[in-house]
T-cell receptor, first 111, second 116 residues
Framework: KQEVTQIPAALSVPEGENLVLNCSFTDSAIYNLQWFRQDPGKGLTSLLLIQSSQREQTSGRLNASLDKSSGRSTLYIAASQPGDSATYLC??????????FGAGTRLFVKA | DVKVTQSSRYLVKRTGEKVFLECVQDMDHENMFWYRQDPGLGLRLIYFSYDVKMKEKGDIPEGYSVSREKKERFSLILESASTNQTSMYLC???????????????FGDGTRLSIL
């Protein structure tokens, strides 16, 4: 059964710092891996989706990488801003209807 | 832009009540999902539906049922609400072609449900 883990659970950084959020998964036979952002009291917003055949995806200051062999994905945020403060979740799909979510990393960027 | 709308942002009900949570999407998506989100546990799938009148159990279906009478609407029903069903409930939808085309799920803003 696929398990998705995100460490750390919370992270606080000063504005302008580059940072990396980590996601690990137990079953390397994934179809895709997705990163979401969740603001307090809100739903999830899709940030990046990496297909199993891809190694990374980029959108603006965000870069997500995927290493299936090691069961890891990272989300790199460049030049962090206070507006990046949110909870970031990763989720893996192994080809069916079910998507397995991590518990998230709560990010706080200090001005 | 895909819009997934959940009928209530906040809801307070009493133990034993029958509770209905409604979700509507406007993108003609075949797949719809209900999750609950609890601190430290992430999102857990309750039920999903891949077509009208079709439903499948997720990982934690006990105490819940669903209804999908129209393609755009997916309802979650708590038959007899209990305090351990206090949670944030999130609805999502996706295209059937998602599996092939790697399209993401789209989420509503959630309903924070409190059972007293």
């Amino acid at each position: 059964k696929q398990e998705v883990t995100q460490i750390p659970a919370a992270l606080s950084v000063p504005e302008g710092e580059n940072l990396v959020l980590n996601c690990s998964f137990t079953d390397s036979a994934i179809y895709n891996l997705q990163w979401f952002r969740q603001d307090p009291g809100k739903g999830l917003t899709s940030l990046l989706l990496i297909q199993s055949s891809q190694r990374e995806q980029t959108s603006g200051r965000l870069n997500a990488s995927l290493d299936k062999s090691s069961g890891r994905s990272t989300l790199y945020i460049a030049a962090s801003q206070p507006g990046d403060s949110a909870t970031y979740l990763c989720a893996s799909n192994t080809g069916g209807f079910k998507t397995i979510f991590g518990a998230g990393t709560r990010l706080f960027v200090k001005a | 832009d895909v819009k997934v709308t959940q009928s209530s942002r906040y809801l307070v009900k009493r133990t034993g009540e029958k509770v209905f949570l409604e979700c509507v999407q406007d993108m003609d998506h075949e797949n719809m999902f209900w999750y609950r989100q609890d601190p430290g546990l992430g999102l857990r799938l309750i039920y999903f539906s891949y077509d009208v009148k079709m439903k499948e159990k997720g990982d934690i279906p006990e105490g819940y049922s669903v209804s999908r009478e129209k393609k755009e609407r997916f309802s979650l029903i708590l038959e007899s609400a209990s305090t351990n069903q206090t949670s944030m409930y999130l609805c999502a939808s996706s295209s059937r072609r998602r599996i092939v085309l790697n399209q993401p799920q789209h989420f509503g803003d959630g309903t924070r449900l409190s059972i007293l």
